[in-house]
Every structure is written in structure tokens, then in C-alpha cells.
DNA sequence: TCTCGATGCTAGCACCGCTAGACAATAGAG
DNA sequence: CTCTATTGTCTAGCGGTGCTAGCATCGAGA
């Protein structure tokens, strides 16, 4: 019995190995630099081994995704509650948002750009994802205004996020003046 | 001379050809169907001939992209310019450009998800993207508010409809309700 | 010690973007 | 009208991709 538990836990580091070398190799070159081979020669394993534990690239993509999205909603929590007061809580939450999109582009990418195979808003999201909209959730709801939904409130302004960090990491939007649209945000989305 | 000139002719309309079939094979099934074999078939050409007119796939993109840049700037313009105040005119040119990329979700695709090979936000940024630009500016740029930069003002709004269409379509945020972000963006933003 | 199932491997599929080099069509010279 | 030179297009192939069939090896339990 022991020989089976201590199979599955071995089957299980490598499965942490195979996700945490994929995130590497995306921060590192780019996820269209993670091949199965060259994810399969540096975990040091045949390509066949990645299938046995994934039913393909989407789904190591997704798995970096759920990492992601616990790593993120730490820090948004981290953020938002070292501020004090309304406006400061969501001018930290929003800037640790995106300094978590800049420090972790790969990261970001998995979550909100690439098809990981997960399902979003719905009852069988993963929980890792409902818990990182809930941190936002937690800090934008108490400024969405009198007669305005929090939810969707947190939703609008997610996208807005979103949407700076795509077009400014794509190089559509100017890096430069990016506090001031932050600000911008801040001021006028939240109802203070 | 003339023979030259019906050369050259002929190029061009071959080379539209190339670009409008992208576009129809990439709404049809997805950009990731855009294969060069697909393409050279569908044009019945050879692959080489494609890159006798681009460098490669990126161009193609590119290519598809300011056509479409084009081709949102009158939308935006139709829209706005059809509607009566500056609050009327904010709503209905935000509801046109996600109307657009529902539209066209490919030719978004090209123009503000994948990598065309274009500048964005510089001198050397070609015509179509600057004007479909100038397009957001000049409805937008009236309701930036006070001490606001006007185009500042639109590249943050330009964000978040970009955010709202990308996280949308993706299945990230639920299609139910996207008016009511949008009123909330348009109410919130704008300084009217 | 032997058997048999689990496990990881080699090898290969169909497809990708892209290109070298052979070949055919055609414009211009004589 | 013929010949040559150039232009244009094609076939074939390179190294890569995600993914999988089927074989070999290893180790647990009898």
C-alpha cells in the first residue's frame, strides 16, 4: 500500500516539475518557445511522459494559469489592505494588478490571453480563478456606487486593467504616462 | 512601358486577393487555419508566390490588419456622427467598436491581439491605425474633462473597450449584461 | 525466482512556416 | 520570325511543431 502512496507522490512532484518548468521556459523565451520537446529534454523525460499527466499543451498552460491566479490574488490582497482608505485601496490594487502583468508576463498570458481550457464565470470555474476575482471583488465592490451591481462593477474595471496591460505590453499603447491612466481610472471609474 | 504597368496591375490585384482571402479563411476558421499551404491553395498559388508579396505570415496579418483599421474608422466615425450630444455620441461610438469586433472578431485579431509587424503610437505608424486613432480622439477627446491630455484620455477609454471585447469573446466575462458595463464606462469615464 | 502489469522510451505521423533550385513563359533584340 | 535573357512560378524539401502507436524494460507481488 505504501509502495502505491509514495508512487503518487512521486507522479505528483513531477507533475509540479512539468508546470514549473513550462512557466520558466515561457518567462524565460516566450510561450511559443515551450515546445513539448524542449519542455519534455529539460524535466529530463520523454515527450509521451507530458501526456500522461496532461492531455496536451493547452492544459500545461492551463495549470500555469490556476498557479497564476493564486499567486495573483495573494498579492492583490497583500496590496490592497496595506492602503488606507477607499481611493487608496483601489489605486494599490490596481497597480499591483498590473505590476503583477508586467512582472509575469507568461504568467498573464496563460491566465487572461491563451486558451488554457478553463472555464471562467461559471459554477465549475476552478477555484483558484473565482478566488482571484474575488480579491478584486473585495476591494472594487465597496466603490461601485449606489444602484451599480459590484460584480459587474469588478468585471468592467477588470477589463479596463486588462485592457492597459495588453495593449501596453504589445507595444499598442506608449509605456510611458501609464500611472496617469491608472489615475485616471481610479478617479473616475470608482464612486468615492 | 504599358506591358510593365499591366504587370504591375495585375500584381496589386493579386496581392489583394492574398490579403481579402486571409481575412475570409481567418472569420471563417480562425487565424490559427491561415496556413500558407490553405492560403496558396485557395488563391490557386503556389506558397512561394505569397512570399514574392510578404516576408511572411506576420505581413499577412499586417496586411489584414489596416484594412480593417481602415475600415472601423468610418464605422466609428458613421456611428458617432449619427448621434445627437456629447454623451449620446461616447455611447454609440463605444457600442460601434465592440460591435466591430463581434463583427470581424479576425480582423480584430490582427489589428489588436496578434503581432502584424506594425508601430503602434509612433511617428512611423501607418496611416490606417492612425487614423482609426484619430478617430476615437475626436469624439472621445471633447468629454476628456478638465486638465485632462485628450489623448491620454482616449487611449484609456480605448483600453477598456479593448479589455471588455478581448475578455468577452475570450469567455472570461459573461456576454449577458455588456450594455450595462458599457453605460457604466461611458457614465463614468467621459466628463460630461 | 518468476510472472505480469505498469511505465517510459523510440520512432513516426501529418502538419507547420519558409526557401533553394529547376523549369516554363514571355518580352525585347536582331 | 527567331533567338536569348529575364521574369515568374512551381516542385521538392528543410527543420520544426503537437501528438501517438507500439515496443522494451523495470519492479512489485506471488
Chains 1, 2 share one sequence.
Do not use: C
Not at 88 to 109: E, G
Not at 113 to 141: C, I, S, V
Request: glycine share 8%.
Amino acid at each position: 500500500m505504501s509502495v502505491q502512496e509514495r508512487k503518487e507522490r512521486e507522479r505528483a512532484g513531477r507533475e509540479r516539475l512539468i508546470v514549473a518548468t513550462a512557466r520558466e521556459l515561457a518567462e524565460e523565451q516566450g510561450w511559443d518557445a515551450v515546445t513539448t520537446r524542449r519542455l519534455a529534454e529539460r524535466i529530463e523525460y520523454s515527450q509521451p511522459v507530458l501526456y500522461s499527466h496532461f492531455r496536451g499543451k493547452r492544459e500545461i498552460i492551463g495549470a500555469v494559469a490556476l498557479d497564476g491566479a493564486a499567486e495573483m490574488a495573494v498579492a492583490l490582497r497583500a496590496a490592497s489592505s496595506a492602503a488606507d482608505g477607499p481611493r487608496a485601496r483601489v489605486a494599490a490594487l490596481a497597480r499591483a494588478y498590473l505590476d503583477y502583468a508586467v512582472r509575469n508576463p507568461a504568467v498573464y498570458d496563460a491566465m487572461f490571453r491563451l486558451d488554457g481550457g478553463l472555464a471562467f464565470a461559471r459554477e465549475d470555474t476552478p477555484a483558484p480563478l473565482k478566488d482571484a476575482f474575488a480579491a478584486l471583488l473585495e476591494t472594487l465592490g465597496e466603490v461601485a456606487g449606489d444602484g451599480v451591481h459590484p460584480g459587474l462593477f469588478t468585471e468592467t474595471f477588470w477589463a479596463a486593467l486588462h485592457g492597459l496591460a495588453t495593449l501596453t505590453r504589445s507595444g499598442r499603447l506608449p509605456p510611458e504616462h501609464t500611472d496617469v491612466r491608472v489615475d485616471l481610472l481610479v478617479d473616475r471609474l470608482a464612486a468615492l
